[in-house]
């Protein structure tokens, strides 16, 4: 038996193999890497974030509404390998769309976060669904009134975009419609805090 097992040892430092990995992945100095590393660290210090933290961070984030649905979309989102958890490479690919990407990096990704079954197409019920947990997130959930006005503007577009009439929206479409319209792009772009 190794005397040396007997302190769990955590991981407090990047190397210079994860260091360079994530700075040819992302739009991040060695400098804002670290500074991620540190934080991420601070609240994970076994490296991983579970569902149940991430869903208490929304709710801090979003103590007007309930962010429970919302978080539990963008974690699956953001847990690339299916682990059920985050590790701090999922996490900082995250923060660096967040931080520096475009709009159309951007809003394929709020696409991927709402196209729950994975098809490559948004289907009304699924659109519904976006609405109702961007709603419970900004505490707007019985507000029916917003639902609809919201439906209301989202189903011009379908219909505007939708050639073959089939009430599917593409990734392109999607992007497209955002970036036309400041309301939809308001409304339906991520929302990673408040
Ligand atoms: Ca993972
Ligand atoms: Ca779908």
Known sequence: MGAS????????????????????RTRMTEEEIQKWFHGFYKDCPDGLLTQKQFILMYNHAFPDGDATQYAKRVFVTFDKDNSGKIDFTEFLLAMDLMENGNLDEKLRYAFQLYDVDK???????????????????????????????????????ITKFDENNDAKISQDEFC????????????LSPNFSS
């Open 5 to 24: 097992g007997t302190k769990r040892v955590i991981q407090a430092e990047l190397s210079q193999d994860q260091l360079d990995y994530l700075k040819m």
């Open 119 to 157: 098809n490559g197409i948004l289907t009304k019920s699924e659109i519904e669904t976006i609405i109702k947990m961007i709603l419970s997130l900004r505490g707007e959930g019985n507000n029916d009134r917003l639902k609809n006005d919201v439906m209301k503007h989202l189903n011009q577009f």
């Open 176 to 187: 497209r419609i955002c970036s036309q319209d400041e309301y939809l792009k308001e409304f």
